[in-house]
């Protein structure tokens, strides 16, 4: 998987405030509260209809009303960034989620850099991992590891994570090749080992 960093201009720079209204009303209802908005978003707001479009869809794949809990979206959004080579995305939710999902140094490390198998992972997260990996590497999810997620996971849960991959590497397809420029303070994949 290529890992390489992505420090280049912008090809789609973030706009800069002062937002128009339009503009800064979407932005404020991307973001909690006193937070402001994330260079992804003000990239994304260069289409206005687009950014509203995608808004109830992104919203829901962080909500309380996806099927499957924090640690199994963050394993499958982490692992997917990290197969597209999407540092900004990545770097994004590994510095608000990883530790509430319960992620140690060496998870983080293995999510970015590792395998399946590596010894920090057991039974439920490595069949996610493993998940994501055959998604990415052959857009599909062979018999036996299907047989094995659906002993663990209901349909609604499948569901969720099959579109949850694929909402991923939409946001990574995005970031990347617009170039997002990363987040202040946000970890890099070098910064995790």
């Known amino acids: 998987m290529d890992l390489t960093p992505r420090i280049a ?3 789609i720079a973030p ?7 339009a503009t800064e009303e979407q932005l404020r ?10 260079a992804l978003f003000r990239t994304f707001v260069r289409n206005l209809p687009m950014a509203a479009a995608m808004q109830p869809w992104g919203r829901h794949q962080l909500s309380r009303s996806l099927s499957v809990g924090l640690r199994d ?6 692992r997917t ?3 597209c080579g999407c540092e900004y995305e990545w770097g994004v939710h590994v510095a608000f989620f990883a530790a509430r999902a319960g992620f140690d140094a060496a998870q983080i490390s293995s999510l970015t850099h590792g395998r399946p198998g590596d010894p920090c992972w057991e039974g439920r997260d490595r069949l996610l991992i493993r998940f994501v990996d055959e998604l990415h ?3 599909d999810v062979s018999e036996p590891l299907w047989e094995k997620l659906h002993a663990e996971f ?3 849960q499948l569901l969720d994570l099959l579109l949850l991959c694929g909402w991923y590497h939409a946001i990574s397809f ?6 997002v420029p990363l987040e202040d303070g946000a970890p890099t994949f070098d910064s995790v080992g």
């Open 154 to 156: 209901d349909d609604a």
């Open 9 to 11: 201009p912008p090809r």
């Open 15 to 21: 706009l800069e405030p002062p937002f128009v209204a």
């Open 81 to 83: 960034c990290a197969r």
């Open 73 to 78: 979206r963050e394993i499958v959004i982490d």
């Open 137 to 139: 590497d052959s857009a």
């Open 174 to 179: 995005a970031a990347r090749a617009a170039r």
């Open 29 to 38: 209802s991307m973001m909690p509260a006193g937070v402001p908005p994330i």
